[in-house]
Nanobody
Framework: QVQLVESGGGLVQAGGSLRLSCAASGRTFSSYSMGWFRQAPGKEREFVATISWRGGIIYYADFVKGRFTISRDNAKNTVYLQMNSLKPEDTAVYFC????????????????WGQGTQVTVSS
């Protein structure tokens, strides 16, 4: 079992920044690729970013490229999502997830999920 706990969400104005963190425990963190997903009210969960076991493979959804950065610190069992130039349409609950795949943009490939952290961007 892997436990994932997100933090760092909050309320920011458009153009602002937030840094989300996801702390993992229970199993060897470096054995898992990690991903960030988000779900806005009334919408389906969507892929945001993923990073492979060693950090060498990174993919972003088109709508966040150039604004968000995913990273991981295996020594701290933590994955991060730095979000810059936030837009109101970024408002959502953000979830981190862990997968035994080397990397994935596909939600069902992720076996473990955090509880989510709310990000609200005001206009």
């Amino acid at each position: 079992q892997v436990q994932l706990v997100e933090s760092g969400g909050g309320l920011v104005q458009a153009g602002g920044s937030l840094r989300l963190s996801c702390a993992a425990s229970g199993r060897t963190f470096s054995s898992y690729s990690m991903g960030w997903f988000r779900q806005a009210p009334g919408k389906e969960r969507e892929f945001v970013a993923t990073i492979s076991w060693r950090g060498g493979i990174i993919y972003y959804a088109d709508f966040v490229k150039g604004r968000f950065t995913i990273s991981r610190d295996n020594a701290k069992n933590t994955v991060y999502l730095q979000m810059n130039s936030l837009k109101p349409e970024d408002t959502a609950v953000y979830f981190c997830a862990a997968s035994t795949s080397a990397y994935s943009t596909y939600g069902p490939q992720y076996a473990y999920w955090g509880q989510g952290t709310q990000v609200t961007v005001s206009s």
